[in-house]
């Protein structure tokens, strides 16, 4: 018998005019799920606090890393619990890089047959502490993070462009944080530092979709894998996409790369940080992997995908 209890945490306009047959698939599930949808940005946390306490033991983020993000920083307000609840994820998103990473289906009953079943993985947990307009504060992610170029071009896309054009909005807006005088950011730890204008921090190997930048990182080992790039503008870029063409950007030598459990990231003037491609604050900020563990449900076993 099934005795599983399973909520869904959902953005209800999460792809755009296609929030009517979103709810009305999620409502149709197999396995009578709680539908939670979100009314507000920042809404999945609560929703997956919420859920976790009152004792679901599958809680599925449907939607993209934005909202994954969330779910899991939602999880994280009662870590004695984890090892009673499986996260799921229903990818809905504009990229979806954990979901890649994972080979979790993009076709949403394939997802969720995957949800109904036992195939899982312990993953590992990181926190990044960080200053926003509020003060000084935290959040968890199982991705990637990021300083630098990366993250002011997110802060300059706009939401109806994303909407509109999809990955193209983040391409435009790279394009202009380009021409922008980046600062220098310097990533430190007792393993190794670097200083340069992007600095990239995972937890998983992809970043912006099937990407393997960071090509030595695993989700069980207890490490955050760091690269840094020395210059990231339009001198520098031709450079740079022969490299990634070439698939040399995800191979030893494309940047300076360091594993750790802990890395502080410290700019003399202020810059933008991202977590699984949210603007979430500015740097100083300190990144690392927690002792907790999130069961994840994924395929068995898990698909590796290899570098362009």
């Known amino acids: 018998m099934d005795n599983e209890r399973r909520c869904i945490i959902f953005n209800p306009t999460a792809g755009g005019n296609r929030a009517r047959r979103l709810r009305e698939l999620l409502a149709n599930l197999p396995g ?36 994954l993000n969330e779910v899991v920083d939602g999880l994280m307000t009662h870590p004695q619990l984890l090892p009673d609840i499986r996260l799921g994820i ?14 979790i289906p993009f076709d949403w ?23 926003n307009e509020t003060g000084r504060t935290h959040r968890h992610f199982v991705q990637l993070a990021g300083a ?35 600062p220098s950011i310097t990533a430190h730890s007792a393993e190794g530092s670097a200083t340069g204008q992007l600095v990239l921090v995972g937890n998983g190997r992809f970043y912006a979709g099937p ?34 063409l070439t698939g040399q950007l995800f191979r030893p030598g494309a940047c300076h790369y360091f594993q750790t459990p802990s890395v ?23 990144l690392q992997i927690t002792p907790h563990r999130l069961r994840v449900a994924v395929p068995q076993p898990p698909v590796e995908i290899s570098p362009p």
């Open 148 to 182: 630098g170029w990366d993250a002011h071009a997110i802060e300059l896309v706009r939401w109806k462009v994303k909407k509109a054009l999809g990955p193209l909005a983040y391409i435009m807006a790279g394009s202009v944080a380009l021409g922008h005088d980046n």
């Open 264 to 286: 502080q990231l410290n700019c003399d003037h202020p810059a933008a940080l991202q977590l699984e491609g949210d603007l979430v604050g500015r740097v100083p900020a300190v």
């Open 109 to 131: 009953s394939k997802a969720w047959q995957l949800i109904l079943g036992p195939a899982e993985r312990s993953i590992d947990v990181a926190r990044a502490n960080y200053t």
């Open 32 to 67: 009578s799920p709680t539908l939670m949808p979100t009314q507000c940005a920042g809404d999945a946390r609560r929703l997956a606090a919420q859920a976790i306490a009152s004792g679901y033991t599958t809680i599925v983020a449907a939607g993209g890393d934005g909202t």
């Open 211 to 244: 990407y393997p930048f960071f090509h030595r990182a695993k989700y069980d080992d207890g490490l955050l894998d760091v690269c840094v790039f020395d210059r990231f503008d339009w001198k520098s870029l031709p450079g740079y996409g022969l490299k990634f």
């Open 90 to 103: 229903l990818p809905i998103g504009t990229i979806n890089v954990f979901a890649l990473e994972q080979a």
